[in-house]
């Protein structure tokens, strides 16, 4: 997941870069023709929508694992702008559906029916976050994809193409663990390092967190080490369990209000406290929780939209970082968000 691709989309000549960037992101992922060419044709609405109705964005693309443990990698497509917004969703999906002036064609209803999963989020005068999934294996044609407890998104430090972020999730019975890494540094070391601790959490996921991070400490000692923070629900008993090492930042919403949970100073694989307490609050049907690499800015204002919030966790992670920066306030380092709200409910358009 250390590989990633982002192109800014200002003009036509860019909608051809973010369809060869879903197609090097199916290589990367070793996707077979059918789902590279699917990737493709989402990309490419997706850029031309950017470009028709919002005056530009840009496009995000990462491998990501697939859903529940399937084997293989899945390519997860963005699309980020901060343009006029779309009124009616529903309508929008609709093939065929106009504007006053211009057709949005097949173009987004296309786009929900190739990807195996796909999600919009738009506001009037804010803006729209799409998600698109393409998994290795189509989808069954009539049937709604799973709704999953986790989704993320990560981005490289000058549009790179290593990333030193990784997130990455995992079921065991019934606890989910979500996982953010942020590699020392930046390039290829640092996305090596941020590799190792998400390509050993599914082995590790039965544990508690402290003792994952104690596993994945021993595990980066040949790297050049990470921050690292683990988030546990247990949902059986309705408690999240958390602990982290280093500067990956995490805030839970909770009955409308944020909370910051506090990560212990340190380096996984280098600098490893001697004592790492794992805090466990209760989890609410309505609660939420967000982890965050230092790409994003100290002072990021957490969403307050109450229907973004209700959204798959892959919209939620990408308005996050869409709103958290600007072109007069960029990031300054690789960045990633990744969300965990297993009880969100279905998406009001």
């Known amino acids: 997941m250390s590989r990633v691709w982002e192109v800014p989309v200002h003009d036509s000549t860019r909608v051809r870069d973010a369809r060869m960037a879903a197609r090097e992101a199916c290589a990367h992922a070793g996707l077979a023709a059918e789902r590279t060419a699917a990737a493709e044709l989402v990309a490419t609405e997706l850029a031309t929508n950017l470009l028709k109705h919002a005056g530009g964005g840009r496009m995000v693309v990462n491998p990501v694992a697939p ?13 980020l702008d901060n343009g006029p917004g779309i009124a009616d969703v529903t309508a929008a999906l609709r093939d065929g559906y106009t504007t006053a002036d211009v057709s949005l064609g097949a173009g987004l209803g296309s786009c929900r029916r190739i990807a195996n999963a796909f999600h919009l989020y738009s506001v009037p005068s804010r803006g729209t976050v ?21 989704g993320g998104i990560a981005v490289a430090l000058g549009q790179a193409e290593q990333c030193g972020d990784a997130w990455a ?17 930046h390039g290829p070391k640092a996305a090596h390092a941020a590799g190792v601790a998400v390509a050993e959490l599914r082995a590790l996921a039965p544990l508690p967190p402290e003792d994952i991070l104690r596993r994945l400490n021993a595990a980066l000692r040949p790297t050049r080490g990470a921050a690292v923070s683990v988030a546990q629900l247990d ?34 694989g280098a600098y490893f406290p001697a004592h790492l307490p794992a805090r466990r609050l209760p989890w609410r049907p309505d609660s939420l929780l967000v982890l965050h690499s230092d790409g994003l800015p100290s002072r990021w204002t957490p969403p307050d939209d109450p229907r973004l919030l209700t959204h798959d966790p892959s919209v939620v992670a990408a308005a996050i970082l869409r709103d958290a920066g600007s072109p007069a306030r960029p990031v300054r380092d690789d960045t990633s968000v990744a969300v965990l709200a297993p009880d969100r409910r279905t998406p009001t358009p």
């Open 235 to 268: 949902t059986e008993r309705r408690e999240l369990a958390f602990a982290g090492v280093g500067n990956v930042g995490a805030r839970l919403r909770t009955e409308d209000s944020w909370t910051s949970l506090v990560t212990r100073p340190g380096i996984v």
């Open 67 to 79: 859903p529940d443990g399937g084997a293989g990698t899945s390519v997860q497509l963005f699309s």
């Open 130 to 150: 799409a998600t698109a999934r393409i998994d290795p294996v189509p989808g069954k044609r009539g049937t709604r994809a799973a709704e999953l407890p986790a």
């Open 169 to 185: 999730w995992a079921r065991s019975g019934g606890l989910v663990t979500l996982l953010l890494a942020d590699g020392l540094g």
